[in-house]
Structures are given as structure tokens and as C-alpha cells.
């Protein structure tokens, strides 16, 4: 089944309006036809209504997404974010379970840059929990899975990866479960520099794939499994050329408008 590529830059912790703007204005500019490749955008909280306002504004294609949500409704939740406030600001998408968000008490804590960070802890049971309202919203969520290096050493890879599919994915509407979008994120390729070799990538990208499969099949053939975790517009053709990996989630190379737009142009290469 063809699957449309999909490329999404994650901003994370970056980006004031004024500076989310000025890339987002640039990355219009870049006048390629992109079909069949769907693009979007990750702004920080703080800039999601201004970026949606500028991308309803040029008419632009390119889809707005949060990095998170915490619930449906509203509610006393100092600090968090709702669902009716993310489409309010205009968003399609929401990043669930991304690693810099999962708490991983009890491991080696390679992943943890602030001691704040534990603080997130999203668990299997969160991304699941919040994967079942988003998908009853109009928002598609964007699932973020990948094992820590401590894991991968341990060659437990598959079924980190296999159980936090399983996991997140459990009980969703299997009429609507082939909207989701899966992101294979190694935590150590994350940041890092060093990409996951194009082959592994792949061997991963087609077991999440197999994972859903058992599950329901048709949602399987038509879910979009992306790769994240240093993609660059020179390792971007290699990655996207394998055949489960249906596009990107961007983190560094999203904040460069001709870098990115670099890596939207190589998934068009690759979707023929
Ligand atoms: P980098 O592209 O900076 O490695 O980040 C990947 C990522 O975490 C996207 O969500």
C-alpha cells in the first residue's frame, strides 16, 4: 500500500514567536512542489497559536503539532495543556510518549540531562491513556518508541520496542488505529549524531509494523511508521528509502529552514 510520506519537525525546548515564525515564513518560501510528502511542524507550547495563525493565514499545507497534552476538558492542572486548547491554536497533531518525556526510574539515567526531566514521567499506561483520548479528538497522535543504549546492549531492543507498541496502541479504535503515526526513536540516536544504521532502522521500523499487523492488518498496511533520531539532509535518502520507514521526526535539523526543507525534498525523492 503507498503510504504518503510524512516529515515533522520536533522543535522541543526551542524557539521564541518571532524566531518560530521567521522559519516557518522561510520554509513557505521554498516554492518545491513536495506532493505526496506531508509536512509539518512541532513549535513549543508558547508559539503554537502564532504559528497556526501564520500557516492558516498563507494557506500553507504544512500541519501544526504540540509536543504533548496532558487531558481532555479543563480542569485545575497548573501548567498543563488540553486537547480543545491544542485545536484552538490550530493543531492536526500531538507527540505523545517522546523518551525526553518517558520517566525511566531504575535505569541508568544516560538520557537525563536535567534532574527535572523525571519530573515528566510517561509511562506505557500514560501514552496509552493519552494515545485513547487523542484519538477520540480530532488530533492524530504521533507515538514516539525506541529503546535507551542500555537496553540496546543488552539486546533487548525488539521487545522494549515490541511492548511499548503493544502498550500504547492497546484498546484504540481499530476502525481509526491505521491514522496513528509511530516514531522509532532510539534514545541514543537522539541528539547524538550518530544515526541508527539504515538497515536497523528498517529491521525495527517493519517489526513495529509486524506489531500492529497482529493486532489488525489493514491498519498495519496503512499506519505511517517514521524514523527519528539525527536525521540530516545527508543520511535522510538512505533512511527514508526503506521500505517501513514512511518519513521523519526531526529534532536539531527542523530548526534550519533549508535543512529541513533538505530532508522533505529526499522523501520526495524516495515516494517516486
Ligand atoms: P534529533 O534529530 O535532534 O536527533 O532529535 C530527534 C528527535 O528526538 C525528534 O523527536
Wanted: hydrophobic share 45%.
Amino acid at each position: 500500500m503507498a503510504r504518503n510520506p510524512f516529515i515533522a519537525g520536533n522543535w522541543k525546548m526551542n524557539m521564541t514567536v518571532p524566531e518560530g515564525t521567521a522559519l516557518v515564513t522561510a520554509l513557505i518560501e521554498e516554492k518545491d512542489d513536495i506532493t505526496p510528502v506531508e509536512v509539518g511542524v512541532c513549535p513549543p507550547a508558547t508559539a503554537l497559536y502564532a504559528i497556526g495563525k501564520l500557516l492558516q493565514e498563507k494557506g500553507s499545507a504544512i500541519k501544526l503539532g504540540a509536543q504533548d497534552v496532558f487531558g481532555d476538558g479543563t480542569g485545575a492542572f497548573t501548567g498543563m495543556l488540553s486537547i480543545p486548547m491544542l485545536v484552538d491554536c490550530g493543531c492536526q497533531y500531538v507527540i505523545l510518549g517522546h523518551s525526553e518525556r518517558r520517566g525511566r526510574f531504575g535505569t541508568t539515567p544516560d538520557w537525563l540531562t536535567s534532574p527535572l526531566q523525571a519530573l515528566f514521567a510517561d509511562s506505557n499506561e500514560s501514552v496509552n491513556l493519552k494515545a485513547s483520548i487523542v484519538m477520540r479528538s480530532p488530533l492524530t497522535p504521533i507515538i514516539c518508541v525506541g529503546e535507551t543504549i542500555d537496553e540496546r546492549k543488552a539486546g533487548k531492543t525488539d521487545d522494549v520496542v515490541r511492548s511499548q507498541v503493544e502498550a500504547a496502541l492497546q484498546g484504540l479504535d481499530k476502525g481509526r488505529l491505521g491514522e496513528v503515526v509511530l516514531a522509532y526513536e532510539p534514545v541514543w540516536a537522539i541528539g547524538t549524531g550518530e544515526t541508527c544504521d539504515s538497515a536497523e532502522a528498517q529491521r525495527v521500523c517493519q517489526l513495529i509494523r509486524n506489531t500492529v499487523a497482529a493486532i489488525d492488518t489493514a491498519a498495519a498496511g496503512a499506519m505511517r511508521i517514521q524514523y527519528g533520531g539525527s536525521v540530516k539532509a545527508d543520511n535522510a535518502e538512505e533512511l527514508l528509502g526503506q521500505p517501513d520507514i514512511d518519513g521523519a521526526l526531526v529534532g536539531g535539523a527542523s530548526l534550519k529552514a533549508a535543512d529541513f526543507a533538505a530532508i522533505v525534498r529526499a522523501a520526495k525523492v524516495t515516494a517516486g
